[in-house]
C-alpha cells in the first residue's frame, strides 16, 4: 500500500474543525481513503450498507476491473489462465503468487493428490442427514465437521499450519462433495483415485460404483476444470468476506470456510447457477422461447419479484470475462455430447439477445454473469442442479483459503467489528408491574 501526494478533506457544515485523511494507492484501481481516525477525531461512523464504496482490506490476490470486464488472477488475465493452465496450477498461483514451474507443479499435484482421503468416520457423520437433504446443507456441516479432525494443523499464527490446512481443505473438498452426491442416492461413496487428475478424480467419485469403472471423457474433464477454474477466486466477495470476517476471531480454518460455504448458498451469490437453471428449466416447460418476451416483461416489473437469474453483477457493468469463457465452453460440450439443439441452451442464448438489446438491461449494465452458462454445461455432464453451488464451493474454497491467510499475515489485521447507526428505543425502564 503506498501513500499518495492527495489528501481528502471532509468538511462539516456546523463549523466543526475540518479533517483530513490519508489516500493511498493500490498497483492498479481505485484509491482509497484511509478512515480509521474518522471515529477517533470526530465521533462519527461511515455509513455504507452493501459495502458499495467501502475496501474492508488490502489484498494482492485478484483483481477486478468491473468497467472493462476484466479479471486478473495475481495479474494474469481469466482468459489467458483457462486456455493455458489446469486448475491445480490456478491453486498453486492463487496460494503462492506465481504459476509453478514443472518441478512445483509435480510435487504441488502429488501433495493435493496425497490428501484426497477423508477420515472414515466421516461416512458415519454423513449417515445423520436425510436422504433429501440439500447438498450445501450436507457441505456446510462436513467441512465444519473437518475441525474436529485435524487438531495438528490449527495453530493459525504458524504459517506452515496455515499451509497444511488449505492443501487439506483444496483436497477433500471434492471428495466431500462427491460424498453428499452419493449419499443423495443412496450409492455407496466411491473413494479418491490418485492416478486421476483432481478434476477426473472428482468426477470418478461422482460417477463410478463399486460395480463399474467411469471412464473420464476428456471433453467433460476440461469443461469441469474450466469451471473450477473460473470460479477459483473473485476479490472480495459476499462469501469471501464472509470467511474473512468469520476468521478474523481467531477461529480455526474448517470452521472459517463452513461460514463461507453458508454465505455461498444464497441465490444472490453462489446459488444463482441453481436459480438460473430452474428458471430455463420452468420457462421452457411454459413455452420456451415463443415467451421470452412475456417473461422478460415480467423480469422488468418490480413487483413480480422476477429477476433475470445469471444476470448482473454488483462489480461487472460489462460482460463477466468468466460468462464468455463459460459460453465457450458450453458450446464445446454441447457438440462433443451431441447435445448441440439442447432446448435450454437455445433458450438461454435468446434470452441474452433479447437482454442485450432491451434498453432496461443496457441502461442498468446488466450482463450475463459466469452463473448464465454454467448450470447447462453442469447438466449436460450429469451434475444435478441441487448440486451445483457445492461444486461452486469446492473451486472457490482455494480463493477463500488463501484471503484467509493473506488476512492473518496481514500486519494490520484485527478482529472485524462493524459498527450501525442506531435507529432503536432510546434507553427506558422495565414497567415494575405488566
Ligand atoms: N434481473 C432484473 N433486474 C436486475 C437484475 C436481474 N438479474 N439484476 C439487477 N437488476 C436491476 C435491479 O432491480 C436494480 O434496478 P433499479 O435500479 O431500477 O432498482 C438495478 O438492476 C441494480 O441492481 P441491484 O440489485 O441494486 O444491484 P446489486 O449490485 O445490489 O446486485 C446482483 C447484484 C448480482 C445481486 C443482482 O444483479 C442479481 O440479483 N442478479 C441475479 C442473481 C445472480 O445472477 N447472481 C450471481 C452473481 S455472479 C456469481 C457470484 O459471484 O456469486
Known amino acids: 500500500m503506498q501513500l499518495s501526494d492527495k489528501k481528502a478533506t471532509l468538511s462539516f457544515s456546523d463549523g466543526s ?86 518441478a512445483q507443479k509435480t510435487e504441488f499435484d502429488s501433495l493435493v493428490t496425497n490428501h484426497t482421503m477423508v477420515h472414515e468416520q466421516m461416512r458415519i457423520f454423513m449417515q445423520g442427514f436425510r436422504r433429501d437433504a440439500h447438498p450445501m446443507a450436507v457441505l456446510t456441516g462436513l467441512v465444519g465437521a473437518l475441525s474436529a479432525f485435524y487438531h495438528d494443523s490449527t495453530d493459525i499464527t504458524n504459517p506452515h499450519h496455515r499451509h497444511v490446512s488449505a492443501i487439506r481443505l483444496i483436497a477433500k473438498m471434492p471428495t466431500l462433495v462427491a460424498m453428499a452426491y452419493k449419499h443423495s442416492l443412496g450409492q455407496p461413496y466411491i473413494y479418491p483415485k490418485n492416478d486421476l487428475s483432481y478434476t477426473g478424480n472428482f468426477l470418478h467419485m461422482m460417477f463410478a460404483t463399486p460395480c463399474e469403472d467411469y471412464k473420464v471423457n476428456e471433453v467433460v474433464e476440461r469443461a469441469l476444470d474450466r469451471i473450477f477454474i473460473l470460479h477459483a477466486d473473485h476479490e472480495q466477495n459476499a462469501s469471501t468476506s464472509t470467511v474473512r470476517l468469520c476468521g478474523s476471531s481467531g477461529t480455526n480454518p474448517f470452521a472459517a470456510i463452513a461460514a463461507g460455504v453458508g454465505c455461498l448458498w444464497g441465490p444472490a451469490h453462489g446459488g444463482a447457477n441453481e436459480a438460473c437453471l430452474q428458471m430455463l428449466e420452468e420457462l421452457q416447460a411454459n413455452g420456451g422461447v415463443a415467451k421470452v418476451g412475456e417473461f422478460m416483461e415480467k423480469v422488468k416489473d418490480k413487483t413480480s419479484g422476477v429477476r433475470l437469474m445469471g444476470f448482473g453483477h454488483r462489480v461487472y457493468k460489462n460482460y463477466d470475462p468468466r460468462a464468455k469463457l463459460m459460453q465457450e465452453t458450453c458450446k464445446e460440450v454441447l457438440s462433443a455430447l451431441g447435445l448441440e439443439n439442447d432446448p435450454l441452451f437455445k433458450l438461454a442464448m435468446e434470452l441474452e439477445r433479447i437482454a442485450l438489446e432491451d434498453p432496461y438491461f443496457v441502461e442498468r449494465k446488466l450482463y450475463p454473469n459466469v452463473d448464465f452458462y454454467s448450470g447447462i454445461v453442469q447438466r449436460a455432464i450429469g451434475i444435478p442442479t441441487s448440486l451445483f453451488t457445492a461444486i461452486f464451493a469446492l473451486a472457490r474454497t482455494v480463493g477463500w483459503i488463501a484471503q484467509w491467510s493473506e488476512m492473518l499475515s496481514d500486519p494490520d489485521y484485527k478482529i472485524g467489528r462493524p459498527r450501525q447507526l442506531y435507529t432503536g428505543s432510546q434507553v427506558r425502564d422495565v414497567p415494575t408491574q405488566r
Not at 477517533?40 to 477486478?64: H, L, N, R, V
Request: proline residues 7%; hydrophobic residues 35%.
Open 17 to 102: 474543525a475540518p479533517i483530513e485523511f490519508p489516500v493511498y494507492q493500490g498497483s492498479v484501481g481505485p484509491d482509497v481513503i484511509d478512515i480509521r481516525k474518522l471515529y477517533g477525531q470526530s465521533g462519527m461512523f461511515t455509513y455504507d450498507p452493501g459495502f458499495m464504496s467501502t475496501a474492508a482490506c488490502e489484498s494482492g490476490i485478484t483483481y477486478i476491473d468491473g468497467d472493462k470486464g476484466q479479471l486478473l488472477y495475481r495479474g494474469y488475465p481469466i482468459d489467458q489462465l483457462a486456455q493455458n493452465c489446469d486448475f491445480l496450477d490456478i491453486c498453486y498461483l492463487i496460494l503462492n503468487g506465481d504459476l509453478p514451474d514443472g
